[in-house]
């Protein structure tokens, strides 16, 4: 079963502007991650928020967790051609004993020039 | 892709015949999975491994079989194909170490079954 769903499923933006993805989630996590899947490749892991972080920044990207509202948000701020692509949450289930995540079915981000 | 490859990277069969995909990594990482990835879907666990020769089921797994026989080595085996198993199939990898549950994914083949 599903456990992020990613809102929304697509998304079209000029460069520039920021972009923002949403994930929700239905069970405890211990964390959520978010990867970027390029058009034909495969996923390429971006950044990992714990449970008990609230906010985390890598680069151009931004990623809140709210684990009371079972949610977590990815921002890309000055958007740039190259990040077309789709963007997924996955969770990684608190307590689980192999390191398995669950993801979501992916935003698609369009990145105009 | 992190030292992950993935043979063959594309595969047209018929249905009723046994394939098997091959994932191959360098990076000596502990435990390897293998998904599915379907429009609609985003990306489903088919099996996984948490050490050579120790397997166990993800969520999609009815319909197919792994082995893994060395650190390096997980093969996907669809003892019978059918036209539902048409996909792609992306192999991953992740070990032990402070950011552990991070995975890295391979390229990924795609399966046509007719």
């Known amino acids: 079963s599903q456990q992020g769903e990613e809102d929304p499923q697509a998304l079209s933006i000029q460069e520039g502007e920021n972009a923002t993805m949403n994930c929700s989630y239905k069970t405890s996590i211990n964390n959520l991650q978010w990867y970027r899947q390029n058009s034909g490749r495969g996923l390429v892991h971006l950044i990992l928020i714990r449970s008990n972080e609230r906010e985390k920044h890598s680069g151009r990207l931004r990623v809140t967790l709210d684990t009371s509202k079972k949610s977590s948000s990815l921002l890309i701020t000055a958007s740039r051609a190259a990040d077309t692509a789709s963007y997924f949450c996955a969770t990684y289930p608190f307590g689980a004993g192999s390191y398995q995540l669950t993801f979501g079915k992916g935003t698609k981000l369009s990145v105009i020039p | 892709d992190a030292g992950i490859t993935q043979s063959p990277r594309h595969k047209v069969t018929e249905t009723g015949t046994p394939v098997t995909l091959r994932c191959h990594q360098t990076e000596n990482h502990r435990y390897m999975y293998w998904y599915r990835q379907d429009p609609g879907h985003g990306l489903r666990l088919i099996h996984y491994?948490?050490?050579?020769?120790?397997?166990d089921k993800g969520e999609v797994s009815d319909g197919y079989s792994v082995s893994r026989s060395k650190t390096e080595d997980f093969l996907l085996t669809l003892e019978s194909a059918t036209s539902s198993q048409t996909s792609v199939y992306f192999c991953a990898i992740s070990d032990l170490g402070i950011e552990r549950e991070t995975q890295y994914f391979g390229p990924g083949t795609r399966l046509l079954v007719l």
């Open positions: 491994s948490y050490g050579v020769k120790d397997t």
